[in-house]
């Protein structure tokens, strides 16, 4: 069965960091380019990063280019995302998500971890 | 950046009613729209990909339609365990982005 399980989230200052993981199991992590979405408590989702599978192709809403980095470590079936210059805004529960098709990153999301949470509030 | 935009917002319907979205995108995007289903407390589902291809698992109640900048989901003969958010989705180009979300209630 393909899972994904986030975590690394919790309470952090404005301004501050957080590094947020995603274990992938079920299928061949290195085919598949991976996205991160967020929703805000009581809100819709919002598209924020996206890599492709070598983890070679990046790309970043733009509400969080220059403050937040995505990587992959292939070799250990894991997904991040590095939370920098964190801002209230932030606060949401961050979804890993998985393309539906190997070697493209505009895909459909097929498979999703259950989220981790991230406040940012002093 | 694409902007995405539902109609309606909310609807109220009763079991067995037919059910139609719509996801208007502010440029043509060809076919690269999904729809995803979100219940409250879990993650989201995938429902349909590139505007009508089916999902294997989704109930064949749910169809989606539409290309360019027009789409639609058609729930046909609603059921109370299809109470949930519907949101689109598209991938034509970075960055994706998605629409508001169209909440559904069962009467």
């Known amino acids: 069965e393909m899972q994904l399980l986030e975590s690394g989230g919790g309470l952090v200052q404005p301004g501050g960091s957080l590094r947020l993981s995603c274990a992938a199991s079920?299928?061949?992590?290195?085919?598949?380019?991976m996205s991160w979405v967020r929703q805000a408590p009581g809100k819709g989702l919002d598209w924020v990063s996206a890599i492709s599978a070598s983890g070679t192709s990046i790309s970043y809403a733009d509400s969080v280019k220059g403050r937040f980095t995505i990587s992959r470590d292939n070799s250990k079936n894991t997904l991040y995302v590095q939370l920098s210059s964190l801002r209230a805004e932030d606060t949401a529960l961050y979804y890993c998500a998985k393309v539906a098709v190997a070697g493209t990153r505009n895909d459909a999301l097929d498979i999703w971890g259950q989220g981790t949470m991230v406040t940012v509030s002093s | 950046e694409i902007v995405l935009t539902q109609s309606p917002d909310f609807q109220s319907v009763t079991p067995k009613e037919k059910v139609t979205i719509t996801c208007r995108a502010s440029?043509?995007?060809?076919?690269?729209l999904h729809w995803y289903q979100q219940k409250p407390d879990q993650s989201p589902k995938l429902l349909i990909k590139y505007a009508s291809q089916s999902i294997s698992g989704v109930p064949s109640r749910f169809s989606g339609s539409g290309s360019g900048t027009d789409f639609t989901l058609t729930i046909n003969s609603l059921e109370a365990e299809d109470a949930a958010t519907y949101y689109c989705h598209q991938s034509y180009s970075l960055p994706h982005t998605f629409g508001q979300g169209t909440k559904v209630e069962i009467k």
């Open positions: 440029q043509s995007i060809g076919s690269s």
């Open positions: 079920g299928f061949t992590f290195s085919s598949y380019a």
